[in-house]
Structure formats: C-alpha cells, structure tokens
C-alpha cells in the first residue's frame, strides 16, 4: 500500500511478468460509489463501463465491506444492501 494506492500482483501479471500493477484509489472509489448507487455491480461492468482495472481484486476488496455480499462467482457479482 502506498499513496497511489494498493498494488497487487495477479496470476496473470505473474505469467506475463508484469509484476504487480496498481489499483488506485480512485478506482476502488468508483467501483464503491457505484455499488451503492445501484445495489449491484459485476466484474464486467468494471471494465467495459466503468475502466476499472483489476476488477476482481476490487471486487474481493468490495466484498470485505459491511453490507457487501457475493451473489454470484461466475461471473462475479456483488449486491449491496445498507445497513441501519
């Protein structure tokens, strides 16, 4: 963890070796906003509508989150729901 954000190696950067790469706050912010806002949000939706790289390593730290839960692996879907 740094200022830039959290940086995190992946199976696929390993076989590249690329390294790990950064998640930058911003992106695990829009994916949280977003969350919230909609109630729902997968994977895929990260990267085609929103660019968020790394998307399933936003979606495990997502997933940690009080009212956050895993509604589906394949693909990856989470469902947020507010706790009063």
């Not at 076989?15 to 729902?40: F, H, K, Y």
């Not at 692996?73 to 947020?80: N, S």
Request: hydrophobic share 40%; aromatic share 4%; glycine share 6%.
């Amino acid at each position: 963890m740094t200022p830039s954000g959290l940086w995190v190696e992946t199976k696929r950067t390993a076989e590249r070796g690329t390294g790990a790469q950064v998640v930058s706050p911003r992106m695990l912010n829009l994916a949280w906003d977003v969350l919230r806002a909609r109630g729902r949000l997968t994977n895929r939706e990260m990267l085609d509508e929103l660019r968020i790289h790394r998307s399933s390593f936003v979606c495990a730290v997502l997933a940690k989150l009080p009212g956050v839960r895993v509604t589906s692996t394949r693909p990856i879907e989470l469902a947020y729901s507010a706790r009063i």
